[in-house]
């Protein structure tokens, strides 16, 4: 399915925590806290200024992200779970 959000939104694809601790402890996934990293898989077009033109998103497709940890309204595209968030929802892209 070809989608595409709205305005300044970006969809984004969780990444995996470490599922061992420093000392090498298995964490189960009952105990283990939502990641707050994950890709952009979309992004929209950007927001409207009062003037009417088009401010450019900061984020891409493929970028590597930081966000909040209750950020982002989860939903299923293509059967995958994915975050839907606003672009200002995203603390920084990560190197």
């Given at each position: 399915?070809?989608?595409?959000?709205?305005?300044?939104?970006?969809v984004?694809?969780?990444?995996?925590?470490?599922e061992?601790?420093a000392?090498?402890?298995i964490i189960?996934d009952s105990?283990?806290?939502?990641p707050?990293?994950?890709?952009?898989?979309?992004?929209?077009?950007?927001?409207?200024?009062?003037?009417?033109?088009?401010?450019?998103m900061d984020?891409?497709?493929?970028?590597?992200v930081?966000f909040g940890?209750?950020n982002?309204?989860?939903?299923?595209i293509?059967?995958?779970?994915?975050?839907?968030?606003k672009?200002?929802?995203?603390y920084?892209?990560?190197?």
């Amino acid at each position: 399915m070809a989608f595409t959000p709205l305005h300044d939104r970006v969809v984004v694809r969780r990444l995996d925590e470490e599922e061992k601790t420093a000392g090498g402890l298995i964490i189960p996934d009952s105990a283990k806290e939502k990641p707050s990293e994950g890709e952009i898989v979309y992004v929209g077009a950007g927001a409207l200024n009062p003037e009417g033109k088009r401010i450019a998103m900061d984020v891409k497709p493929g970028d590597k992200v930081m966000f909040g940890k209750w950020n982002g309204q989860e939903v299923k595209i293509d059967g995958e779970d994915l975050l839907i968030m606003k672009e200002s929802d995203v603390y920084g892209i990560i190197a």
